[in-house]
């Protein structure tokens, strides 16, 4: 079964300080990986979106990186802000269809001033 | 509007009462998906529209769950006699590409609390 594990389940910070998160995957095949940031009440943005062939992409203070061998992914946020509060999905698809997408559960990141 | 916008933000509904929730895709966008996603947990697919032909709807939970997008535009998700683990946000996602989530965008959610 296609799953996505994503670590830590919550993580609370100060502002100014860096952090990663993490996520493994079991899906089969694969076709990208995306990481979105979804704050309270509202829907997924995307931050990025990672091929077979990427190991780093970067937005901004978010940096993400691929390990299509271990299956792993991580976004790193760099110099957070409070407004980095929100939940972290890690999302990975089997293909470019909307049906094919495993999601994460998600990290909840609190930054505290 | 500039995004993919979705009402009500909020429902409650009674156990039994039916609902219909809607959404507003960018305009021109060809692909519309629906999902459902429980409280902490990921976004799960429920059904796909690209235009008016609804190609598939494997994730629909149960015959009480019904999609339309008669015109190819706006698409409203209906539940029909709501159940307590119906309650979750309901999240709407259009994409300008046929068959194709990689530039889709999420509208804000409807919340459906069933009391």
């Known amino acids: 079964k296609n799953q996505v594990e994503q670590s830590p389940q919550s993580l609370i910070i100060l502002e100014g300080k860096n952090c990663t998160l993490q996520?493994?995957?079991?899906?089969?095949?694969?076709?990208?990986l995306r990481w979105y940031k979804q704050d309270t009440g509202r829907g997924p943005v995307s931050l990025t979106i990672?091929?077979?062939?990427?190991n780093t992409k970067s937005n901004g203070r978010y940096t993400a990186t691929l390990d299509a061998d271990t299956k792993q992914s991580s976004l790193h946020i760099t110099a957070s802000q409070l407004s980095d509060s929100a939940s972290y999905i890690c999302?990975?698809?089997?293909?470019?269809?909307?049906?094919?997408?495993?999601f994460g559960g998600g990290t909840r990141l609190m930054v505290k001033p | 509007g500039a995004g993919v916008s979705q009402s009500p933000r909020y429902k409650v509904a009674k156990r039994g009462q039916d609902v219909a929730l809607r959404c507003d895709p960018i305009?021109?966008?060809?692909?519309l998906f629906w999902y459902q996603q429980a409280l902490g947990q990921g976004p799960e697919f429920l059904t796909y529209?690209?235009?008016?032909?609804?190609?598939?709807k494997s994730g629909l939970p149960s015959d009480r769950f019904f999609a339309e997008r008669p015109e190819g535009s706006v698409s409203t998700l209906k539940i029909q006699r709501t159940q307590q683990e119906d309650s979750a946000v309901y999240l709407c996602?259009?994409?300008?590409?046929?068959?194709?989530?990689?530039?889709?965008?999420f509208g804000q959610g409807t919340r459906l609390t069933v009391v």
């Open positions: 996520c493994n995957y079991t899906v089969s095949p694969f076709s990208n």
């Open positions: 529209f690209q235009n008016e032909a609804q190609l598939d």
């Open positions: 305009s021109g966008h060809v692909s």
């Open positions: 996602a259009s994409s300008p590409l046929p068959g194709r989530f990689i530039e889709a965008f």
């Open positions: 990672m091929t077979f062939s990427e």
């Open positions: 999302v990975v698809s089997a293909d470019n269809a909307g049906n094919m997408l495993t």
